[in-house]
């Protein structure tokens, strides 16, 4: 029998008007430093952490706990000091440099069937790499997580990332941080893609609750579960 798939979790900081960044070449610092600590406490309760290519590109993020306390706490537990680090790319151009594949434990990417020989060859000795067949296949993903003892994922982004398990319907919980900034620009990117959600434009999400640290809000949803 299949386990069962993980509990999935989106985590995103907004600004006001539904941005994830600006259109400059510096990464736009959305949350404060109590809102970073939220997230790496979400990350340290989490089992696997995962994040599109175009943002790993892009930000070349290392993706840990940074905390020592939780990380001890993960180890005192029986876990391993890092929550597995998931990526997905279906060009397979990923660098073999980036620092994601350099600090915490282990590692996957799921790709297509034709990128995996390259990301294969690229990635050797550093990350699983796991096809989905000739698309990447998000269900599929989730299956396979479930197979490697995962059963809480936080999905860290980007937009297109965001807007495939939303679509889908894969999403349990969302935390939405919003920071009181105004981008203002069109060629910035946005939290989520147009895409036909579950249940259209008159489905509401349950509101789980809220948080307010400093002068950022952290919304929590239950996307599957309509308000009552």
């Known amino acids: 029998m299949m386990p069962s798939r993980p509990f999935v979790l989106l985590s995103v ?7 994830i960044d600006d259109a400059s070449p510096e990464r736009l610092l959305l949350s404060n430093a109590e809102d970073f600590d939220r997230v790496d406490q ?3 309760e989490s089992d696997a952490i995962l994040i599109g290519g175009n943002t790993l590109r892009s930000d070349n993020p290392r993706l840990l706990v ?3 306390k939780r990380r001890a706490d993960r180890i005192a537990a029986g876990k391993t000091e890092y929550p597995l680090k998931v990526t997905i790319s279906a060009s397979g151009d990923l660098s073999r440099d ?4 350099h600090f915490g434990d282990q590692k996957v990417v799921y790709t297509t069937d034709a990128a995996a020989p390259k990301l294969r060859d690229t990635l050797d000795g550093l990350a699983d790499v796991v096809s989905t067949g000739s698309t990447v296949d998000f269900g599929a993903l989730l299956d396979d997580l479930a197979t490697r ?3 809480r994922l936080m999905v860290e982004g980007g937009g297109q990332i965001h ?4 679509s889908q319907g894969l999403v349990d919980e969302i935390h939405l941080a919003i920071a009181p900034l105004l981008v203002g620009d069109a060629a910035a990117p946005r939290f989520l ?6 249940g259209g434009s008159g ?4 509101l789980l609750g809220s948080e307010q640290l400093g002068d950022v809000v952290v919304l929590r949803y239950a996307p599957k579960t309509e308000a009552s």
């Open 13 to 19: 900081a907004t600004s006001v008007d539904g941005h």
């Open 66 to 68: 940074n905390s020592e």
């Open 163 to 166: 807007t495939q398990f939303l």
């Open 149 to 151: 003892s995962v059963e």
């Open 98 to 101: 980036l620092k994601f594949w």
């Open 42 to 44: 979400v990350r340290a």
């Open 203 to 206: 489905r509401r999400m349950k």
């Open 193 to 198: 893609h147009p895409a036909d959600y579950p």
